[in-house]
Structure formats: C-alpha cells, structure tokens
C-alpha cells in the first residue's frame, strides 16, 4: 500500500499563490505516475497536472504556465507551486500516485486539501 498526505491548502485572494505537498509513504517502489487533481462542488474530478518518475509533465489548459508540479524524489514528496490564483481555482485538491504509465490511471489517493481563492 501507499500512503499519500497531503498540506499547504488554505485561503488566497486572486493573484496569490500557494504551494501544495504530497508526502507519500508505503510501497512505493513501481510508482511511477505522481499527479494532482481537483475537484469543486458539482463538478466531476480533474487532472490539474501530473509528472512521472522520469520528469515528464503534463497540465491542464487551464493552470498551464500559472502551475508548476515538480518531485523530490529524496523527500517522497510531490509539490504543486500555484500562482496568479483566480476564483476558479477554487477546490479540493488530491495528491495521486499510479503504477501504470497513463496520466489518469490512480492507484492511490491522499485525503484532499481545500484551497480557496477570494476575489
């Protein structure tokens, strides 16, 4: 098993940034895939980016060039610097790990942070 946790959610006004944490635990040899997701109320979850263990990224549209994932492979961990954050922004956030090489393929989930972005 895999254990991820995440931190660094919270409140922001537009145009702010934060940085989010996922610190992950367990079996974690085979990982390959480490991503963020989101999802806010009534809408379906979404791959907001991802990176897998040879450095590949991938981004949504949307956060592209305001997001930036990056892995400290010594620290098990995986961040998401968030900056020029809008309203839309607004969510839940899973930290996600996959075994498989595909973006949207999770095998485990952390808890979910909220973040909030005030106009």
């Known amino acids: 098993q895999v254990q991820l946790v995440e931190s660094g959610g919270g409140l922001v006004q537009a145009g702010g940034s934060l940085r989010l944490s996922c610190a992950a635990s367990g079996r974690i040899f085979g990982i390959n895939v480490l991503a963020w997701w989101r999802q806010a109320p009534g809408n379906e979850r979404e791959l907001v980016a991802g990176?897998?263990?040879?450095?590949?990224?991938k981004y949504a549209d949307s956060v592209k060039g305001r997001f930036t994932i990056s892995r400290e492979n010594a620290k098990k961990t995986v961040y998401l610097q968030m900056n020029s954050l809008k309203p839309e922004d607004t969510a839940v956030y899973y930290c996600?790990?996959?075994?498989?090489?595909?973006?949207?393929?999770?095998?485990?989930w952390g808890q979910g942070t909220q973040v909030t972005v005030s106009s």
């Open positions: 990176i897998t263990s040879g450095g590949s990224t």
């Open positions: 996600a790990a996959g075994v498989a090489g595909s973006w949207y393929a999770a095998n485990y």
